[in-house]
């Protein structure tokens, strides 16, 4: 039996990756809202699928994309998202085919996401470890305090789980500083099932 190359596959993965950055970032604004959905139901019915969590109303839905190729989602929620200061959660499920490479992919779904590139250029300042307990299991993520292009103070979290379909799946949480509030990302991470 051959054996995979997995640094190959995964190359090319990255590299179809970058071209869905690319293509996000010209013309291929109209392909992702062809796939966008902003109907609040359904992005709540798509989170759901991926996991049970209480997000509350300072992130209202603000849409999803379900990309039925790659059998990849991200939901996104946020008053204005498109700012990089304002607050934002991000929920990205990957199928459990990609599990072992999921930060790679992870930024590279982030970066398609900022058209204008602000989140991706933040300075990071500091980092604190923090353990949740996600579905009864203690998980010890980075809280990141970052710096905006701008200087503006960000805090941001990053959380891997599984999803309900035992794929990867990551929080994302980005908010600005004098709106952190760790009790509240405390009780919404706790509340993920």
């Not at 190359?11 to 809202?33: E, H, K, P, Q, R």
């Amino acid at each position: 039996m051959k054996k995979r190359n997995h640094p190959r596959i995964m190359g090319g993965v990255m590299i179809g990756l970058g071209c869905l950055t690319l293509a996000l970032c010209g013309s291929g604004f109209y392909l992702l809202s062809t796939l966008k959905n902003n109907n609040v139901i359904e992005i709540r019915k798509a989170t759901q699928a991926v996991t049970q969590i209480d997000i509350p109303p300072d992130f209202p839905p603000a849409f999803y994309v379900r990309l039925p190729f790659a059998d990849l989602m991200f939901a996104v929620y946020g008053k204005d998202f498109q700012q990089a200061d304002s607050p934002r959660l991000i929920l990205f499920s990957f199928p459990e085919k990609l599990a072992p490479n999921e930060s790679q992919i992870r930024a590279q779904i982030q970066q398609s996401l900022n058209p204008r590139g602000l989140e991706s250029n933040s300075k990071l300042v500091r980092a604190e470890p923090r353990t949740f307990l996600v579905d009864g299991k203690p998980h010890t993520i980075e809280i990141e305090h970052r710096t905006t292009l701008s200087g503006r103070p960000l805090v941001q979290i990053d959380l891997p789980f599984k999803n309900r379909q035992g794929g990867p799946a990551v929080l994302s949480i980005r908010v600005p500083r004098q709106l952190w509030d760790e009790g509240v990302i405390d009780k919404l991470i706790h509340s993920m099932k």
